[in-house]
Each structure stands twice: as structure tokens, then as C-alpha cells.
């Protein structure tokens, strides 16, 4: 994720998901510490969208 946000500005949206939702969410707030105003997790992760 550290290479990325290098590649990213902060006015991107950025949209997450993982397998159950918690590691995104995780991940959200390590973005909107550095700084991502815009970004979205898919509550309840992959399992719940398919």
C-alpha cells in the first residue's frame, strides 16, 4: 500500500475491499492519516458483493 499512495494523489477516490471488510477498513484509515479525503471501503468485504 506504501508504493501506491506514492502513485495516488489525495483528491483520488479510492475505493477497498478485502475478503470480510476489517482489512480495508483497516487500510482506510492508514489512507485518511496520510492525508485521502475520498475514500470508500466495501463494507463487508468481497463476500458480501458476490
Same mark, same amino acid.
Given at each position: +500500500?506504501?508504493?501506491?499512495?506514492? *502513485?495516488?494523489?489525495? *483528491?483520488?477516490?479510492? /475505493?477497498?475491499?478485502?475478503?470480510?471488510? $476489517?482489512?480495508?477498513?483497516?487500510? /482506510?484509515?492508514?489512507?485518511?492519516?496520510?492525508?485521502?479525503?475520498?475514500?470508500?471501503? +466495501?463494507?463487508? $468485504?468481497?463476500?458480501?458483493?458476490?
Amino acid at each position: +500500500m506504501e508504493e501506491s499512495t506514492k *502513485r495516488s494523489t489525495c *483528491r483520488q477516490k479510492v /475505493i477497498l475491499q478485502c475478503q470480510a471488510g $476489517g482489512c480495508s477498513a483497516i487500510a /482506510i484509515s492508514l489512507l485518511k492519516a496520510k492525508g485521502f479525503e475520498n475514500v470508500v471501503n +466495501m463494507t463487508g $468485504g468481497y463476500s458480501q458483493w458476490v
